[in-house]
Each structure stands twice: as structure tokens, then as C-alpha cells.
């Protein structure tokens, strides 16, 4: 068939070698192998068929979610695998369920923050889900506020133990994830109240919320469902509610490692204010490549079915142009494309510092808290509010195929778009970046000698306050360096606009701040993956690759031109060696659309590289052959309303609507 003819053809212009592409995104070709093989098990595992969860209802989904956790156990068993390998499993699933809150929330929380008495007792049966867990933080009142929970747990010298209790509505412990009808225990943020009446802040309890006998709620605890989320995303986790009547647990159930209480009620604090907040630092760390991986589902999808959809106008060969030809196609998948690598590299560099910094916490060493707090908080909220509008970009780029379900972008756009609420709605997240480089700008400034090498990873852009760009040097838009100046430039501007006019903030100034400096710090992670693709991969795939990173700057750069235009940071034409002759912005663009032409015949290879299966991407539009239309007819027999010829209800609803309007026609004459 024609479809399947251009993706063949496709896949024979590239110059990328997708396996060393492939290794690269991975890590190396043990981790992709390792990938590969658990998803050969599960794809060829009937438990985790696909096919049928579109006309599930929400109970459905919710049972199949169970179903599908409770085999990848026993899959666990059979094959050996590690904790790693068994995440991993379940993160393939694609269908996020209760059971997903205990390894990503509640076991990192209860590692990371536990007593070593604590952990003795019940690190195994957290390990090897003996028992089940959630992370209640969010209240219905409160959820980034976190100082403002109104949870307490109030110490009792005279028995020894906390007392949990919700004294308000609004302090109900609110979207829990798995407290609806899966979890038997729970991490619960609340505030410590100590003898004297005094209050410490938020701290973290380990409580049992349900019977490890019959999972009935145990006494004292109200539990239960907060209902269907937006265009029915996350159908199969059970989000739930959670109050607590004076419910006492054991003191030593205090995740207490960092702080304690006395037995006689004294609060030995923390060496670090944030350091409970590791739990949470470890969720937005994962979200940064577990983003650049989703949206690099939506962009592989979106590619190939824009490789094979002729539409429009006619080509040399007298078809309908591929519609990944037209400029208004390419310009913005390519873009997003360019992204999805960045995000999947940072992501993987973002796994390494957060467990340098993990390990140098368990042995009380809190050095890194406030740098990985910077860091991850700025990156949650670019890679965020970036992947939800690119998989809205993507799907809307399929036409109104976009628009089925069959495309699976739907799904996917429904899945992800809350991530830019929880674990901190970006804008209050943007306040906490703001406030992290204000510090970091006063502390350079003000320091008697400023060095660079005092400067940490997320606040290189500072240097420029000691070596000011050297208007002599050569600018040029295809060296990916001139993009890096250009936004540490922006955010040094940003920064020091902001400190002198601190009293007179605009609306949005924290949030533009808060993008430039973390666009500053991936400028500056890119110009090292740079190096490592130069260094380290074969002459033609380092190219395309190299490429395909410039473009995310240039890229970056052009949405950033509203700053640069302020500030007059954008290099006047033809002036200290530049290669621009008229308008920069103009030669920005234009830099873009060359670049994108360039990498249009890469970019089914740079896809190829994902190594995605039909199965994983689950899309009738985004099928490794190309071909689509009869993928999507064959989808279309499988809707339950296709299975009889007359619908259920036409005696009772169509029929009479008929007769009737056949009735009242007869009285003007008319016939059938």
C-alpha cells in the first residue's frame, strides 16, 4: 500500500543509526535490552491487552488496573526480576492505578525519611507490597501551601503516641492517590503539635488506614472516592478522600530520621528545614524524563502518521504532498520532537544528582537539599506546562483523526495534564525558582571575592556578572553557543531587573524569571550532551543528533524574543562580526526553518529511536508500517455499537421520535 511505501521510504533517507540513537536515549544497550525484553513479556502477556479498555467503564478500568498490577507480581516471581525491573513493568502498563502511588510516592518517602527501628519492621513488607501505600498531603483547603496543612498530630507524653485528627471539612486529605479503595497504609502529612500546645510545622506519620484481614477501614477513619478527574483521565487510580477522628498510632510511627520528639516531648529538630520534602524531590525528579518520554509517544505518533497522510496539494510524482512537508506541519512537530531528547536526557541527568544527593542525605549530609529543591522545582514546571501543551500541539497536527480515540493522544493529553498541579502547581513552584536565584544572585554579589566556581550547576548564567559578553566575538546562529549566551544573558537580565525594581513587580514577572533561569541552566546542560555525542558517537548520527539539540535552542531563543527585544540583548545586524545582515529576529526564524528542513529527512529515524512498540504507543494513527487507514478501520469494528445493525433503544426512543414527526407530516400532505 501507498502509506506503507512512504514509511519505507522514509526510514531509507535517514542517516541516523536509530540503534546508536536508541543506546544513547537509553543509557546504553544493556538498559534498552533490558527494556526491550520486559516489553516482549508483557505485549505478548494477554493480562495486558489493550484493545477492549476504551469501552470499559470507570469500575472496569479500575478492576483491570488491579488485574494487570496483580500479574505483574506474579510475573515478578517467575522471571526474577529486581525492584527495578518490577517499577519498570509497571510503568509499561500505560494504565496508572492505585498500586502506581506506593512505588513512586509512598515506598521513596518511607525509605528516605523512616527511622531505622521503623524501616527494621516494615521495610519488607513495603518492598515486596505485603502492604500497600499512599501519600496524604494535599488537603480540600490546601495542597501547595504545605506550612498551612490543617492536619494535626498532637504528641501524648503520657501514652506514647501521636494523635491524627482532621478538626476541620477542609482539612480532609484530598486526590490521594490509591486511598479510595487500594492502600492498607499511608504516609500522612500533618502538623506537629507538641505537649506544650506548641506547633512544628508539617511532618510525615506512617498510618494503617485499612485491615490487613478483610481491608475494611479500621475505626476512626473515614475514607473514600472523590469521583471521575477531567476528560476522564487517570480512570483507573482511585483518588480519594481521607479524615481522621483522633486516631492514635505508636510515636515511633513518626518518620522521624531527621527529627524526633522525646519521649518526654521535646522536639529535636532537623538539620535541614525542607529535608522532609526528599519524597517529594524524588516524584519531581521522575517527572522530568518520565515527561520527555511522554510527549516523545504523542511526536512518534504524530510523525508518522503526518509521514504517510498525503493531503492538499499535488507533488513531483502528481500525489497529494505528505503533509509533514508543509511548513506549518513540520515547524511545529520538529520543535517538539527536539524537546522530547532534551527532556529524556535531563530526566536521566536529573535520576544521578538526585541520588548523589539521597546518598549523602541518609548519612546526614544536607548540602544538596537546596540545590536539587532549585533545580527540580524549575525543571517540573518547564517540562510540565511544555508537554501539555505539545501533546494538545501534536494531536491537534493529526487533523481530525487527532480527535479519535484511536489515536491515543486523547488519552495521553488526559493522563498528563494534571502533572502541572500536583506536586506543586507551577506557579507557586515559579515563586519557590524566584526565590532560589534571588538568594543566589545576593549571595554572588555580595560575596568579597565572587568566583565562578562558587556558583552551583542551576546559577552558571551568573558568570556572566564577572565576564560580560565580549561584544567583539563572533554571534552566528548556527553555532548553538551564541543560543546559550543569549539566555544566560536573558536570565542575568531578568534577575537583575527584578532586584532593582523588587517593589514594583509586574503580574508575570516570577513566572518569566523563573523559565529564564531554568532555560539558562538546560542551555547549559545541552552544550554538555553536545560534547558527549561529539566525543562519543559515529560522525553522521552525531550530526543529526547535534542538530536536533540546536534546534531546541533556537527554538527556545524564539519564544524568548519578547525578553531579548527588552532587554536589547538580540546582536544588531552585521555589527562585531555577526553573520546577520538585517533583522535578528527575522534571521532567528530563518535559521529555524533551515535547521527543520534539514533534520525533515531524520526525523522517522529520530522516532525509530524510541524504541516504541505498536503495543506501547497504542495508536491507530502512529503504527510502525504506516499503515493507518486500514489500522483504523479495523479499530472501528471493534466499538460495541457496531455489533448490531438496530440499536437497543429503537423501539423505545427512535421509533416513537418517527412516528410522531410522520404523524404530524401526514396533516400537510405529506407522503413517504
Known amino acids: 500500500m501507498a502509506m506503507t511505501l512512504d514509511m519505507r521510504r522514509a526510514r531509507s533517507q535517514t542517516d541516523v543509526d536509530v540503534a546508536i540513537a536508541r543506546d544513547f536515549l537509553y543509557g546504553n544497550r544493556e538498559k534498552w535490552e533490558e527494556h526491550n525484553e520486559l516489553v516482549k513479556i508483557m505485549c505478548e502477556d494477554p493480562t495486558f491487552d489493550k484493545s477492549q479498555r476504551l469501552y470499559m467503564s ?174 476522564n483521565g487517570n480512570t483507573a487510580v482511585d483518588n480519594g478522600f481521607a479524615r481522621f477522628d483522633h486516631v492514635k498510632i505508636p510515636a515511633e510511627n513518626m518518620l522521624s530520621k531527621f527529627s524526633q520528639v522525646t519521649e518526654d516531648g521535646r522536639y529535636i529538630r532537623p538539620p535541614h528545614a525542607k529535608i522532609s520534602y526528599g519524597g517529594m524531590l524524588y516524584i519531581r525528579s521522575s517527572m522530568v524524563s518520565s515527561g520527555g518520554w511522554t510527549v516523545a509517544k504523542a511526536v512518534t505518533v504524530a510523525i508518522r502518521y503526518a509521514t504517510v497522510r498525503r493531503q492538499g496539494n499535488q507533488d513531483s510524482g ?168 543569549l539566555l544566560e544573558q536573558r536570565a542575568v537580565s531578568l534577575l537583575r531587573d527584578l532586584v532593582l525594581h523588587d517593589s514594583d513587580r509586574d503580574a508575570s514577572v516570577e513566572e518569566r524569571v523563573s523559565r529564564a533561569v531554568t532555560e539558562a541552566f538546560v542551555a547549559e546542560q545541552i552544550m554538555a550532551y553536545i560534547g558527549d555525542i561529539q566525543n562519543g558517537l559515529p560522525e553522521k548520527s552525531a550530526e543529526v543528533l547535534r542538530d536536533l539539540l540546536h534546534l531546541y535552542l533556537l527554538t527556545t531563543v524564539e519564544l524568548s524574543l519578547a525578553d531579548l527585544l527588552s532587554f536589547h540583548l538580540l546582536p544588531l545586524p552585521g555589527a562585531h562580526g555577526t553573520d546577520i545582515s538585517g533583522d535578528a529576529s527575522r534571521e532567528l526564524r530563518k535559521a529555524v526553518q533551515r535547521l527543520c528542513l534539514k533534520l525533515l529527512p531524520q526525523t522517522i529515524g529520530l522516532t525509530d529511536a524510541f524504541g516504541f512498540t505498536d503495543w506501547e504507543l497504542d495508536s491507530a494513527l502512529g503504527v510502525f508500517d504506516g499503515n493507518v487507514y486500514e489500522t483504523l478501520w479495523n479499530k472501528v469494528q471493534t466499538e460495541p455499537l457496531n455489533e448490531s445493525e438496530v440499536p437497543d433503544g429503537y423501539k423505545e426512543y427512535i421509533k416513537p421520535v418517527l412516528l410522531r414527526g410522520q404523524r404530524m407530516a401526514a396533516k400537510y400532505g405529506a407522503k413517504l
Open 58 to 231: 470507570r469500575s472496569g478500568r479500575y478492576n483491570n488496573g488491579l488485574r494487570m498490577m496483580n500479574r505483574i507480581h506474579e510475573l515478578q516471581d517467575k522471571h526474577g526480576w529486581s525492584s527495578h525491573q518490577m517499577t519498570k513493568a509497571a510503568s509499561l502498563m500505560d494504565e496508572p492505578t492505585g498500586f502506581h502511588l506506593h512505588l513512586v510516592a509512598f515506598e521513596p518517602v518511607m525509605r528516605s525519611q523512616a527511622s531505622p527501628k521503623l524501616l527494621a519492621r516494615y521495610e519488607a513488607l513495603v518492598r515486596n507490597r505485603g502492604i500497600l501505600g499512599c501519600y496524604l498531603q494535599t488537603e480540600l483547603a490546601h495542597g501547595s501551601n504545605v506550612s498551612s496543612l490543617e492536619t494535626t498530630a498532637t504528641y501524648l507524653p503520657q501514652t506514647k503516641e501521636i494523635e491524627i485528627n482532621s478538626p476541620t471539612p477542609t482539612s480532609s486529605k484530598w486526590w490521594v492517590g490509591g486511598a479510595a479503595r487500594t492502600a492498607t497504609h499511608g504516609v500522612v502529612q500533618a502538623k506537629l503539635i507538641l505537649p506544650n500546645g506548641r506547633d512544628v510545622g508539617p511532618h510525615l506519620f506512617f498510618v494503617q488506614l485499612r485491615s490487613l484481614e478483610d481491608h475494611h477501614v479500621l475505626p476512626g477513619i473515614t475514607l473514600g472516592e472523590i469521583g471521575p478527574k477531567a476528560m
Open 318 to 485: 502528481g500525489l497529494e504532498r505528505q503533509i509533514i512537508t508543509y511548513p506549518s506541519v513540520y515547524n511545529r512537530l520538529l520543535p517538539i520532537l527536539a524537546r522530547s531528547y532534551v527532556f529524556i536526557l535531563l530526566g536521566r541527568s536529573l535520576e544521578k544528582a538526585f541520588a548523589e544527593m539521597a546518598e549523602r542525605l541518609s548519612n546526614g549530609d544536607t548540602t544538596l537539599l537546596a540545590e536539587m529543591h532549585a533545580t527540580t522545582s524549575g525543571l517540573k514546571v518547564l517540562v510540565s506546562t511544555s508537554c501539555a501543551q505539545d501533546i494538545e500541539t501534536v494531536r491537534r497536527a493529526l487533523g481530525g483523526h487527532g480527535y479519535s480515540a484511536y489515536s491515543g493522544l486523547g488519552r495521553l493529553y488526559a493522563d498528563y495534564v494534571p502533572a502541572a498541579t500536583y506536586e506543586g502547581d507551577n506557579f507557586v513552584l515559579d515563586l519557590q525558582v524566584v526565590r532560589a536565584a534571588l538568594k543566589a544572585y545576593s549571595r554572588f554579589v555580595s560575596a568579597e571575592k565572587p568566583s565562578i566556581c562558587n556558583l552551583s550547576p542551576s546559577t552558571q548564567y551568573l558568570h556572566l556578572l564577572l565576564e560580560p559578553v565580549v561584544e567583539t566575538n563572533a554571534f552566528s546562529w548556527q553555532d548553538p553557543g551564541s543560543c546559550v549566551n
